[in-house]
């Protein structure tokens, strides 16, 4: 097991080599401002900046939502079992 | 971590509550303006997300290995998470782009990496929830998977697009951003853990209800 | 002992194919539909689109791959010799290299038929660098097939597994569809860029080495009760 891992680790370096050596196309390493585009084309920010907030909120509420509603599922399933089982008990002779 | 609930969700929820007020008063980004405070949720999500899924990840091995139901539960909690964490990214990330770049989806390179691990871990809760018998153990397999493409996602769509900002630009933020950002961070952290308390709960009372069912069987 | 395990299993596959040859002819016909399949809806006027060729050749391998995969393990749980197997007094990881090989050579059967058709349909000069486009596919195929091959026999009991397993997969491969198809583009430029094609290749070699490994690592757990 320690000689593979050791083999994998060593190919993994070997064949990482060329690929550290290449260095990718220069991309864009600034932003363009906006402000250089002309007016018709600019959008308002603040609907974009309250849509984002907005959804983060919407998105946590609705997971916390979705648990609350499958955790009180599985206690109602956990009552009626216990219920069952209470009446079996009750019911027949050890 | 039961006891600690009440008081994280009211640290949780201050917060929250006071991070606008933060942010509102964090320096203006010279050329993108107010557009670019969608930063501060954008960035952070992704932390949680990408803590989200190295904890998946590292459980689903622990599972497959030690076969300890606890590291499942842990696993299937954080698969969830990380699934809610990354949509929030991927849908501020375009909301934000449309304004900085123009077009909603540019094939950037950060988003699109971000877009795969998130198809990669949906495809992990579809196995967990549709994939019959033994899916706890085929899901490990995929988040183990899933979790160990991360690098190679990260090399391969960063050759394939350089548009993003360059990572560095965390380490260069001005001092007046710095505050805003780091807060925010904190804020999503502990909601990440808020989460994952109540996720893992509810995986715990599941465990619980299987138990009841196998001794009810035992008994009748 | 390892070694003659894996190549049994590759020896009863083979064996198996070449009577009856059912998944080789449907894995290259669907292959070859799939090529035409773009060439209608892609080629304009009598012209192929410019970055076309590249994408289609690895588009193609991933879907016949799929297939291919689907066929081999749904062939295995019919007839219950995957159990039989598992029972067997060898080591699991060796059973799964053994279907690996048979996979990888399936499907290099088919990109010798995918290359020259799409190299054809699209004219695109394939054969400029025939070593590294031969490198880019061998290193490419071996990739994808390693996570196929490992979630494919993941999935054999499974009801859902013929949707479940492109769901799983294609996302997984990305970076191998990524690389192949830079690396194939790379080669079909006029002037042939040879680094960015050894860049891919070292990228894909890396990627074999991790998730072979890691397929190894998983099988015995995985496909233990």
Known sequence: MCKRLL?????????????????????????VPVSSLPPAEQLPAAPLLIAAYAFVWVAVLVFVWSVWRRLTKVEADMRALQQRVGRSEGGAPR | MRKYFVPLTIVVAAMFAYAPVMIANADYEVTMGLVQKIFYFHVPSWFAMFTAVFICGGASALFLFKRDPRFDRVAASAGEIAVLFGLIGLVTGPLWGRKAWGVWWQWDARLTMALLVELIFIGYLLVRNYGGP?????????????????PFVYVSVNIWRTIHPKTTVVPTLKAGMFGAFWFSVAAFMLLLVLLMTLRLGLERQRALLDELYLAEDDHV | MFARVALLVLRKDVAIEVKSREILYTTLFFAASCVLVFAFALVKDGQPPEEGPAGILWIA???????AL????????????LRALLLAPAARPAIYVGKLLGIVLLLLIAEVMLVPAVALLFQAPMFARPLLLAGLLVAGTVGFASVGTLFAAMLVRSRTRDVMLPILLYPITVPVIIAGARGTSALLQPAVDEATALMWIALLVCFDVVFVTLALWTFEPLMTE
């Open chain 1, 7 to 31: 083999i994998s680790i060593a190919g993994v370096l070997v064949a990482l080599v060329p690929a550290a050596a290449f260095q990718p196309p220069g991309g864009q390493s600034e932003f």
């Open chain 2, 134 to 150: 033994g899916s706890d153990k085929l899901a490990a397999a995929m988040a183990i998977f899933g979790t160990a493409n991360v």
């Open chain 3, 61 to 67: 391998i991933a879907f016949s791959g799929t297939l």
């Open chain 3, 70 to 81: 689907g066929r081999t393990f749904e062939r295995e749980r019919y007839n219950e010799t």
